[in-house]
């Protein structure tokens, strides 16, 4: 018996899931940027910055150090593109269907989330696969530990996504709001600049950035040169410490998507797409 129920809450997760991917899959757009945009930011962009800003400047090897960070944008801008399809879906009705389906709004979350995270799993190792152009050596074991991070990553930021886009009626508004959201955490996170060189203030605040840890985990990871004396300033954590609150970020993300989601019902969808309707017919007038 409980298998059989077991067996049936997955085919809902798993159907969930699978569209997430199908809706990415046939963005054939989507598709050609998730693919070039990692060689363009780390190639071109992180060789070129190499250029100016000099090893001898930094002590470090500039491009190096940018290959991390754009590891965890593209990561966080994958998830968040594809939570997009929650606003996407209330807008346009799919979700009253949804919602009327025999399956719980936890199942739904949880689809969701698989959904991104695989989205944020596949930008991951498209970033991974350029690492050998930059000469950064990764081993089975490191590639393993990347992976490991870009999984937990992935769903905290999924979590995040979902709880904002809950709160959302307008594709618009997502995704002014996503970019709000994006650019403090990624520009205090460490990615392009190192949290030493910023206020005092600001790096107090970094240490409540999610994403400052996995960039501690990830540079930890990433071979010798990032714990080589002349990149030990950068590591400000030990790699299970990192590890311990991005795993933390990832449950409660989970579980707070989960707890916002179930607020929502039928009758919240249809009454708030009445308001936009009379919204519409008022401009007309």
């Not at 389906?101 to 944020?120: D, F, H, M, Q």
């Not at 970020?249 to 929502?264: D, E, P, Q, R, S």
Request: net charge positive.
């Amino acid at each position: 018996m409980l298998k059989k129920y077991i067996a049936k809450e997955w085919q809902a997760i798993n159907i969930i899931w699978q569209r997430e991917l199908l809706l990415f899959w046939r963005n054939k757009i989507k598709v050609f940027t998730s693919v070039s945009l990692p060689f363009i930011l780390v190639l071109i962009m992180g060789k070129g910055m190499s250029a100016l800003v000099t090893t001898e400047m930094l002590g470090f090897d500039f491009s190096h150090f940018f290959y991390s960070g754009v590891l965890i944008l593209s990561i966080v801008m994958a998830v968040f593109d594809s939570t997009f399809s929650l606003v996407w879906d209330r807008e346009f009705g799919f979700m009253r269907e949804i919602l009327v389906a025999p399956i719980s709004k936890t199942e739904i979350v949880i689809g969701k989330i698989l959904g991104a995270t695989s989205r944020g799993f596949i930008q991951g190792l498209l970033i991974l696969a350029v690492a050998p152009f930059l000469e950064i050596t990764l081993s089975p074991a490191t590639i393993g530990l990347c992976l490991l991070f870009i999984m937990l990553v992935s769903v905290g930021m999924a979590g995040l996504g979902i709880i904002i886009a809950s709160q959302i009626t307008r594709m618009e508004t997502f995704s002014l709001l996503m970019q709000f959201v994006i650019s403090p955490l990624i520009f205090l996170s460490g990615a392009f600049f190192p949290i030493e060189k910023i206020p005092l203030w600001m790096q107090s605040v970094s240490h409540f950035n999610p994403l400052f840890y996995a960039l501690n985990g990830l540079r930890y990871i990433l071979g010798g040169k990032f714990v080589a004396p002349e990149y030990s300033h950068l590591i400000y954590y030990n790699f299970n410490f990192s590890l311990g609150i991005i795993f933390i970020f990832a449950v409660l993300g989970t579980i707070g998507a989960i707890m916002v989601f179930n607020k929502f019902s039928i009758f919240t969808i249809f009454a708030r797409k009445t308001e936009d309707n009379g919204e519409k017919e008022g401009d007309i007038r």
